[in-house]
């Protein structure tokens, strides 16, 4: 027997794979109110988000305003050609697909220097936790490890040696507090940053190789969606408004997780910053 039918708003990649009739075996890697991380015949792994304002990307998809009970009830079960089943249940979305905004869309070329000072700003009144801690003068064994790391990665930058850059960017990753370790959500504001800059071409082959053994996969997927350029709604915002005005109500709807939003844009306001 069918259950209810929501509306799943998805990616054209996801959708390929959801929607298509090859079947999937799926498990719940872990779960929260408004999300559930589910893995697809032990290798691909997708986020079920209940934020109906939210966009899809390559590794999320959209549903409503709340996760339907089958995904909480159920952690294991099969996908094919848009049926979730398990047992003699049957869970069947109707499809709605968005094109991914890319940030390859946005070039940046006059960065106004207020909104660094903006920036800065924030992150110093939000920086009890993760990467924006740095700006706390208060000694943690996480600033310990990583601040060499961020002068190293500030000297290979300034040197143009990319090769040096990219290596310590990388080794970077799986590193702090949140569900998505804080360094994580810095490497990506660094590489939606480098984007838009485009100040170097990025080595996609070598950053998804070399953070796929040093994270968790949820992390891992956000990296590698990053890498190539899809982003989400707020993050679009920021970048859109470096080169006029920054307001502070966009940075003020960051505030996701647990430091997700905080440490991707220090990770803006690091590459910035190195650029002026």
């Known amino acids: ?42 290798r691909s792994l997708f986020t079920l988000l209940s934020d109906s304002s939210a966009e899809p990307n390559p590794v999320t998809a959209v549903t409503g305003n709340e996760i339907p009970q089958f995904f909480m009830q159920n952690d294991n079960f099969r996908v094919s050609g848009g049926f979730f089943s398990y047992k003699q249940k049957l869970f069947e979305f109707q499809p709605e ?15 106004v220097p207020t909104n660094l000072s903006t920036i800065e700003h924030w992150l110093k009144t939000h920086s009890e936790y993760g990467m924006s801690s740095f700006f706390q003068s208060e000694v943690t064994e996480f600033k310990k490890i990583i601040h060499p790391q961020l002068d ?8 143009r040696h990319w090769n040096e850059f990219f290596k310590t960017l990388v080794s970077l990753s799986g590193c702090g507090p949140g569900l998505t370790p804080a360094t994580d959500d810095f490497i990506c504001g660094v590489l939606f940053t480098i984007h838009a800059l485009e100040c170097t071409s990025l080595p996609a082959l070598r950053i998804i190789r070399e953070t796929w053994k040093r994270t968790n996969r949820i992390s891992w997927y956000y990296i590698v969606s990053s890498l190539f350029g899809y982003c989400s709604p707020w993050q679009l915002r920021i970048l859109n408004e470096l080169s006029s005005v920054l307001n502070q109500s966009t940075l ?9 939003g905080s440490d991707f844009l220090f990770g803006v306001w690091f590459m910035l910053d190195l650029t002026r």
Do not use: W
């Open 1 to 42: 027997m069918t259950t209810e039918i929501p509306r799943l708003k998805v990616e054209n990649h996801l959708h390929l794979m959801l929607f298509s009739d090859r079947r999937y075996d799926c498990r719940v890697i872990t779960r929260s109110s408004h999300a559930v991380y589910i893995n697809l015949n032990g």
């Open 252 to 260: 003020d709807s960051i505030e996701f997780g647990h430091t997700s």
């Open 152 to 159: 190293q990665l500030a000297s290979a930058f300034r040197r």
């Open 97 to 111: 697909l968005v094109i991914q905004k890319k940030i390859s869309r946005i070039k940046i070329h006059n960065i």
